[in-house]
Structure formats: C-alpha cells, structure tokens
C-alpha cells in the first residue's frame, strides 16, 4: 500500500477510542428502553434471566452491525468500518467472543454451581475468574500503550483476530474545526476556574446576607430575654424548615438542629436567626433545648 494510500485510510485514535464508547453507549440505551417497556412482566424473572437478555440484545446488535455491514454502530457514525481484507468469519468470532465472554463472567458462580456441589470447587473456580479478569484488564493496558503508540487496534480482541478499521469516506480530508477546540479550552478552564474559587467562597455567610435582604414574616418578634423558647410537636428548624433533630436554642424564641445550628455558627460567626435576625454572639448560647410539657 503506498503512502497515499495509508493517509487516506488513515483513522486518528481518538476517533477509534470515540467509536468504542459510542457502541457502549447505544448498547446501553437500547437495554434500558426494552427492560422499561418489559418491566411489568416481573422484576424477578428479569433478575434472573438478565445475562440471556444482555447477552440476546449485544448479540442482535452486533450481528446487524459488525457481521452484515462491517461497522459498528458508532463507527457508522464516525464514518469507519473493518477492511475488506478482514474475513468474515473473523468478525464473526469478535461478535461470539465479545457476546459470550460477557456472558460467561456474569454467569460463572451459577456454571460452577451447576457443575459440582463442592464449595472447595466452587471457590477455585471463582479464583480462577479473577484471575483471567486480571489477565485481560492488564492485556488490556498492554493493547492501550501500544495503540497510543501505533495507531491501530484500539481493544485486544480486535488485535487477537486482526480486525483493522478503515475509513468509509477516504475522499473526504479531514477538517479540523479550531473554534470547536478553543470553545473547549475555555469551557474546561472555566470549569477549573470555578472549581478552585468555590471552596473560597463562604456559602453560608452568603445564604445569610441574601436571607437578610429579604422581608421576614418575624421581624417584630421579641428575643428570647421577653419571650421564652417553645418546643413542641409542630416546632420546626429556623434553619432547614424540618422537624428538629437534637434541639438547640441560641439566643431567640427560634430553635434550630444541632447540627444546622453548629455548622452555620461554624461557618459564618457573624450568623444570625433566618427568622428574627437575632445574631448569635458565641458558642455559649448554643444551648440544648427540651420539650415542653
């Protein structure tokens, strides 16, 4: 194949890596749509028979993809597909190896069961799972260095049985759009941007300020000096409006959770009653409060 050739068929790895998660991604969606439209039936017997309906929908996927028309679903969307030099029969054992191997991982506690009663047996077997799992997920690494540095082959099955993608449209030259990539940048420099300034914001103080501008239904209401704190059935938090948990009065007729009361307190000294506007002045008037008879 001469060097026009190769940059014609040439696929950036980022577009191979995007394909992959695209095929996840349109699995996934299609799972969820068909287990809410057979919901009904019984969430039992969708427990159970699950690896069969996982493995009954990735295999009608990929047997209308991948074998018929020699792409994926997220490769017909990123405009690539498996070379005419890779034969059949090879994407048909990806699609058995990639549907059966699924599969076998979420049924081997139930293989080994069927198989022998031994839990000696049973436990070896479920070590031996392990391993391999941690045999393919460290071949996977291995495939991913050696991708990133050559280009092709992005997942380890597709290197096994030499499944090398091509481009659908190698006419086409690939255009690169800079105001996409400079709407990212400032999007995630934006995004760290806020990221560091928030822990330096103080919330609270900030929640007060706005709670004080506000017109308060309790602004003539007296201190807890003339008026004495009331807890009862219907009593609720001045803070986070629910039922307190462990009541603690502060100074007014107003009662607050232990833990509202403290972490504001804690988080703004300048804290002050959201419904009377009386203004803690120290820890010590943070006080346990009883019901009253």
Known sequence: MSSSDNSKNFIPRITQLDALFLDREAYSLIKDQLLKTVKYIGQGLLTRL???ISASIHYFILRNTVQR???????????????????????QRYVLC??????????????AFALTRNDQTKLKASQ???FLEIIFKISELVNILVFLFQGVYPSILQRILGLEQVSSTPETVRKISYSYF??????HGFAELLAFILPLINIQHFHN???KLLPSSSENELDGDDIPVKFGLDTTCAVCNN??????SFGCQHLACYYCIHSSYAMDPSFTCPLCNHKVENKVQIVPAFMSV
Do not use: C, N
């Open 98 to 111: 990639l549907v059966l191997g699924k599969w076998a991982k979420l049924r081997a506690g139930d293989i």
């Open 209 to 211: 300020f706005m709670r």
């Open 128 to 130: 031996v799972v392990s």
């Open 69 to 91: 028309a020699r792409s994926s679903v997220g490769q017909q969307l990123l405009q690539i597909r498996y070379g005419e030099s890779v034969a059949a029969y090879r994407l």
């Open 182 to 187: 400079t709407r990212e940048l400032l999007w």
């Open 243 to 248: 039922h307190p948990v462990l009541p603690h």
């Open 50 to 52: 699950e690896p069969e």
